[in-house]
């Protein structure tokens, strides 16, 4: 502390001492309890409060287990000690101890830790006392998991003066502007930090620096500042910054050092490599010369050959600029072939760029190709590997891989005819290898450009040294790209023959199918070809083309012959008249099916109309157009009543779901007994295979199939036994019985037509239902003397009701019997006297409702007390609801809502 203040304080402790206590605390020490908010000058920063929770008395500062340099109060400026009381913000155990931190403070940030307490958890107030020492200015009271109240100490009582801070720089600190250029500057910020005016009365640099800026400050007001801009001079200098003020610790001086950069250019050139390819007059392309140095750039630019012209000769570049100059290949039309340049570039500073230059000029007797379609050229062949853009042809590395371009037939004279092409590096391991082809004969090595000899931009490669014939030649893909071939004479005719064989599949056909092909000349001059069957029944038009540049189309024409059925099938040929060897062949099949022949391709999702199940039904399922069985003793299939005739046969085809299948086939003729026709055990997955039955004598046939996890679907052949039959819409009464909300038993009756087919020995009804409206119960004469009756056997199967299956069953309310219905042949009626379930079960009574007092009738009767005709849903309303309405997905015991009637489940 300065002079006055040590007076000061000598005195004032005299007089504690003669006086008390009080007087030094009244006079020059200050207590804050922050009930009234925070004094003057002082500020709260982060994550911190003031407020009553945790304080001492009244109001208190307080931080919850923060950062400490991030939580402090910062107080205005002080000296002496500091007297304060604090405990920690939290006891239990998730709290952390608390701890108080007293920083210096610059009015910024904090600086240098003064003194800290003693890590404590607890919730009684602890008293401390910090010795400040020589210190006097702001403080930051830094908090860390504490509370803090009560604070005593001493304002500073020189406080109001100026106070010069160079910010990030002490005094008596150096800096130095590292290696620059002339005129580099640094732009330093003077902070008055005090709380009174700062005046300069001088700033003075040395050494060869100058003030740029700020040089005429004279003052800086309290808590501001201002800028001062120093520049290097021309050459390594050292030097100092004096500051001269009224700040009691003037002059603020700080060293400054730099070292020269002299000036130099940097040469940058846009592109090295300029290719005109070919070309039928002058071409010119500029390229683009920058500058980004920092001195002027001077650039001589040359060319080793007189065919390529540069201009201007030399440039001149500012730095931090560019310039361009202009790259003209001279057109000389005997100058046939590849030309090419380097243009090299030489700047004033630094090293010459080499630009390579290249162009072709085309000999009208021979031939070229420049890839400038962007795809593959007439008369050439390439493997996937090989793409064109940009106009070149491009091959792309793949490892272990081999793919082909392959260009058109070359006539060559002799040794002395020669083929150009350019090529250039596209990937790793570049290699460019030729094979060739004499007068169509095998390939062999023509040579190897190894990548030491490739580069990234386009060189000129020779092929040369020939006997005299016709060629192709061939490039392996190996990571380059081709441009600009030119030499040799095209071979004019030279067809190739391009034909996609596809087999012509014309399926099950009852008259004619037909099917295009198309045919290209991939290569020059015309292609012939023939097209030939070798089975009659299949005919090609027209049998030979003539394909120059726009591809011919053939068509394969199946067409049947009256009476005749079965499968056939042809060989088609196609051969290019230049070369039979190069023929392609594909094949053709058809199958003519009987009109009258039977066929089920099990579209409906239900048993169809004329098959029964011997078993157990469920085991049967009925989707995607297939039937799907799951094996279980006595579980058949069987088909309705075919007619067999001497070389017919039936066909069907069969999946295994999964391996280790079965599939086993029986046969009943006439009615007879059921013969083994066939026994297989599968292994095969997921493709389907056609089954055929055949060479069985003559007679009426069923035939049923029992599996193991196999679909079965598309059969077709014999023909279905005519029914005997008529089928004609008669009646039915009934009362329906179901179970009420009120758990009571309820019942309708009704009347409705009904589809009746009746031939005297077999009677089938199209019974109602609430699952699927075309679904028949089926009964036979019976045989026992008596009354004229027909038995329905028991277990007739109706359709799935959610996910169980339903059944028409006889009961005479114990157990499950057959059904039975007696003829009144005189009133030409059908009279049931038990009850007809629509039950869940074939072997036990669990049903969902009943039928009672059923009679079929073939003129409509007239029943008393029948109000109204029963309306069914159809087979594809099966969404069943509670009777508030509600969808239900599984329903449980009770009455639901199905299609717009009562079901009960029980």
């Known amino acids: 502390m300065n002079r006055i203040n040590q007076i000061l304080l000598t005195a004032l402790t005299v007089m504690a001492f003669l006086f008390g206590g009080s007087l030094t605390a009244n006079a020059a020490t200050v207590t804050e309890n922050l009930n009234s908010g925070l ?39 002080i000296e002496g000690t500091l007297t304060f009381y604090w405990r920690s913000f939290g006891t239990s155990g998730s709290y952390p101890n608390g701890t108080v931190y007293v920083y210096q403070y610059d009015g910024t940030s904090i600086g240098t830790l003064i003194q800290q307490t003693a890590a404590y958890k607890g919730s009684t107030w602890k008293q401390e006392t910090i010795d400040l020492g020589s210190y006097h200015g702001q403080v930051a009271i830094a908090l860390y998991s504490a509370c803090i109240d009560d604070i005593t100490y001493m304002p500073y009582a020189a406080a109001e003066v100026a106070k010069l801070e160079i910010n990030g720089y002490a005094s008596g600190s150096t800096f130095d502007f590292g290696t620059v250029p002339e ?90 490599s300029v290719n005109f390819g070919r070309v039928t007059e002058n071409a010119s392309a500029e390229v683009t010369v920058s500058n980004t140095g920092d001195a002027e750039l001077v650039a001589d630019i040359a060319s080793d050959n007189s065919e390529f012209t540069v201009s201007p000769a030399s440039l001149t570049v500012a730095a931090g600029a560019q310039q361009t100059f202009t790259v003209t290949f001279i057109y000389d039309e005997t ?109 062999t090595a023509c040579m190897t450009i190894n990548s030491d000899n490739i580069s990234d931009q386009w060189q000129t490669y020779t092929v ?129 099916v009987d009109p009258e022949a039977w066929a089920e391709y099990f579209d409906e999702e239900a048993l169809p109309e004329g098959w029964d199940v011997i078993g157990t039904l469920s085991n049967w399922t009925f989707a995607n157009g297939m039937a799907s069985g799951s094996y279980e ?48 055990e599968r292994n095969s997955q997921d493709e389907f295979e056609t089954f055929t039955i055949s060479q069985l004598e003559a007679g009426t046939y069923r035939f049923r199939i029992a599996t193991e996890n196999i679909y079965l679907d598309n059969f077709e052949g ?53 699952i699927r409206s075309n679904t028949w119960m089926k009964g036979t004469k019976s045989t026992e003397e008596g009354p004229v009756s027909y038995i329905f056997p028991n277990g007739q199967y109706i359709g799935k009701f959610g996910t169980e299956d339903a059944y028409y069953c006889g ?23 038990q009850h007809i379930l629509i039950n869940s079960s074939q072997t036990v009574v669990n049903y969902w409702g009943y039928f009672s007092d059923v009679v079929v009738s073939k003129t409509k009767p007239d029943f008393t007390g029948i109000a109204r005709q029963r309306q069914w849903s159809t087979a594809t309303d099966r969404t069943v609801f509670d009777l508030q309405g509600r969808q239900v997905k599984r329903p449980s015991k009770g009455i639901y809502i199905v299609g717009g009637r009562k079901v009960i489940k029980r």
Do not use: C
Not at 236 to 259: C, F, H, M, Q, R
């Open 39 to 77: 004094p003057e000058g002082w500020s709260l920063v982060g994550n911190i409060n003031n407020d009553s929770d945790r304080a001492r008395t009244g109001k208190g500062v307080w931080s919850n287990g923060k950062s400490a340099t991030d939580n402090y109060l910062a107080t205005s400026p």
């Open 183 to 272: 005129g580099a500057t640094k732009t330093f910020t003077l902070n008055n930090t005090g709380l009174a005016d700062l005046s300069i009365s001088s700033i003075s640099v040395t050494g060869g620096f100058t003030i740029t800026e700020g040089a005429t400050l004279t003052s800086i007001a309290a808590q501001a500042s201002a800028q001062l801009t120093i520049a290097t001079p021309a050459a390594d200098a050292e030097g100092l910054l004096t500051v001269e003020s009224n700040d009691a610790n003037s002059p603020y001086t700080i060293s400054l050092k730099s070292t020269f950069k002299v000036p130099a250019p940097q040469m940058g050139i846009n592109m090295t």
């Open 335 to 443: 100058a046939y072939g590849a030309h090419a340049a380097t243009i090299t570039v030489t700047p004033n500073a630094g090293n010459p760029v080499s630009i390579s230059a290249s162009a072709s000029i085309k000999n009208p007797n021979t031939w070229t190709e420049d890839f400038e379609t962007n795809s593959l050229p007439k008369g050439w062949e390439a493997d996937a590997l090989w793409t064109f853009g940009d106009g070149v042809a491009h091959g792309a590395y793949q490892y272990a891989t081999t793919s082909y371009l392959t260009t058109p037939a070359l006539m060559v004279d002799g040794p002395s005819d020669q083929l150009t092409f350019q090529g250039r590096e596209a990937g790793i391991y570049p290699s460019i290898k030729i094979e060739k082809s004499l007068n169509g004969g095998a390939w």
């Open 464 to 592: 040369t040294g020939l006997e005299a014939g016709t060629y192709r030649f061939r490039f392996v893909s190996d990571s380059y790209d081709l441009d600009n071939f030119e030499g040799f004479v095209l071979n004019a005719n030279a067809p190739a023959m391009d034909f996609k064989a596809e087999d012509f599949v014309a399926g099950k056909v009852t008259t004619a199918a037909s099917k295009t092909y198309t045919v290209s000349n991939s290569g020059t001059g015309t292609l012939m070809v023939d097209i030939t069957s070798d089975n009659e029944m299949f005919t090609v038009t027209p049998a030979q083309l003539t394909v120059t540049d726009q591809p011919q189309q053939f068509t394969v024409t199946f067409t049947p012959q009256e009476g005749v059925f079965g499968k056939f099938d042809a060989t088609i040929t196609v051969t290019p008249a230049y070369d039979a060897a190069q023929a392609v062949s594909f094949k053709a099949t058809a199958q003519v």
């Open 633 to 680: 003793p006595n579980g058949w299939l069987v088909t309705p009543k075919l007619i067999v005739e001497a070389n017919k046969e039936l066909t069907f085809q069969a999946k295994s779901k999964q391996y280790n299948t079965d599939i086993k086939v029986q046969y009943q003729k006439d009615g007879g007994e059921w013969t083994d026709l066939f026994s297989e």
């Open 718 to 770: 014999f023909r279905l036994v005519p029914s005997e039959a008529v089928r004609e819409t008669w009646y039915v009464s009934y009362t329906f019985h179901y179970m009420g909300s009120n758990d009571t038993e309820q019942k309708e009756s009704a009347v409705e037509e009904m589809e009746v087919e009746f031939d005297g020995d077999d009677l089938a009804f199209n019974f109602p239902n609430p």
């Open 811 to 833: 009961s005479n309310g114990n157990e499950l019997i057959d059904m039975q219905f007696y003829y009144d042949e005189e009133a030409n009626t059908f009279h049931n006297f």
